[in-house]
């Protein structure tokens, strides 16, 4: 009976000391375990998002180009002649403006026809009124000439210049660099055209009248002789004869 009771307490006494080994033998042996399928969705979605970010970094950038590229569309030409341009044409208005003895001036033009440039005259006044309205027309035309001549310097002096600023202006245009620098450049160029056909116009209508004054004075100095000639011919009812006493 003693030694059953020995063998017992033995065995109680080994099963206390194993039983804690035992239990944290589990938490001891545990090991990692790799997860394939987790890993490679983990590697997919890293791989979209730096897709994501890719694309958008490039649409950053586009837009930063688009941006870039409007600037440059709405930068100004730094070059303009439109300064000089109104210069050249006020000069140009100037001299049409100064046109001598008849004016550009539908009313001074109709009164002046009507004295100096009648349509008939009737009978020749005297022979200093005659002589001085002579004088007027001779001095319109010769006015009219000089006038023509001024608008012809006008514009010969301008072709210089015209010159200069078209060379500058095409420069300009071939390295603009934008669609405004361009338009602006092409709009200068018409202007400059504009310019030339504005001179181009002085010098024809400055001649036309030159032309239409001597003309004028060619017209009325011939109706001026008409005139003289049927004043000398009518001579009244002519001689007529009478009886003369000679001796008392």
Same mark, same amino acid.
């Given at each position: 009976?003693?030694?059953?009771?020995?063998?017992?307490?033995?065995?109680?006494?080994?099963?206390?000391?194993?039983?804690?080994? *035992?239990?944290?033998?589990?938490?001891?042996? #545990?090991?990692?375990?790799?997860?394939?399928?987790?890993?490679?969705?983990?590697? $997919?979605?890293?791989?979209?998002?730096?897709?994501? &970010? @890719?694309?958008?970094?490039?649409? /950053?950038?586009?837009?930063?180009?688009?941006?870039?590229?409007?600037?440059?569309?709405? %930068?100004? /030409? !730094?070059?303009?002649? /439109?300064? !000089?341009?109104?210069?050249? $044409?006020?000069?140009?208005?100037?001299?049409?403006?100064?046109?001598?003895? /008849?004016?550009?001036?539908?009313?001074?033009?109709?009164?002046?026809?009507?004295? +100096?440039?009648?349509?008939?005259?009737?009978?020749?006044?005297?022979?200093?009124?005659?002589?001085?309205? %002579?004088?007027?027309?001779?001095?319109?035309?010769?006015?009219?000439?000089?006038?023509?001549?001024? *608008? #012809?310097?006008?514009? &010969?002096?301008?072709?210089?210049?015209?010159?200069?600023?078209?060379?500058? =202006?095409?420069?300009?245009? #071939?390295?603009?660099?934008?669609?405004?620098?361009?338009?602006?450049?092409?709009?200068?160029?018409?202007? =400059?055209?504009?310019?030339?056909?504005?001179? $181009?116009?002085?010098?024809?209508?400055?001649?036309?009248?030159? #032309? %239409? $004054?001597?003309?004028?004075?060619? &017209?009325?100095?011939?109706?001026?002789?008409?005139?003289? =000639?049927? @004043?000398?011919? @009518?001579?009244? %009812?002519?001689?007529?004869?009478? +009886?003369?006493?000679?001796?008392?």
């Amino acid at each position: 009976m003693k030694n059953t009771l020995t063998r017992k307490s033995a065995f109680l006494f080994g099963a206390s000391l194993v039983l804690p080994f *035992a239990a944290s033998a589990p938490a001891q042996a #545990q090991w990692a375990v790799y997860d394939a399928a987790n890993h490679v969705q983990n590697v $997919l979605a890293a791989a979209r998002e730096l897709q994501q &970010v @890719n694309q958008q970094a490039q649409s /950053l950038l586009n837009e930063a180009t688009m941006l870039e590229n409007q600037a440059r569309n709405l %930068a100004n /030409l !730094p070059l303009s002649v /439109l300064s !000089p341009l109104e210069q050249s $044409l006020a000069q140009t208005e100037q001299i049409v403006g100064q046109a001598q003895g /008849l004016s550009y001036n539908l009313t001074s033009i109709d009164q002046a026809f009507s004295q +100096t440039y009648p349509q008939a005259l009737a009978s020749p006044g005297s022979a200093a009124r005659m002589t001085a309205d %002579a004088q007027t027309r001779w001095q319109n035309a010769r006015d009219g000439y000089q006038d023509g001549l001024r *608008a #012809q310097t006008g514009a &010969v002096q301008n072709l210089d210049a015209t010159r200069s600023q078209i060379d500058s =202006l095409v420069t300009s245009s #071939q390295s603009a660099t934008g669609a405004l620098q361009a338009a602006q450049s092409g709009n200068q160029l018409t202007a =400059l055209q504009t310019r030339q056909l504005a001179d $181009l116009t002085a010098v024809v209508t400055a001649m036309g009248r030159a #032309q %239409a $004054l001597d003309g004028a004075r060619q &017209v009325e100095s011939e109706e001026q002789g008409r005139a003289q =000639l049927a @004043n000398f011919l @009518n001579y009244g %009812a002519g001689y007529t004869p009478g +009886t003369a006493q000679m001796f008392h």
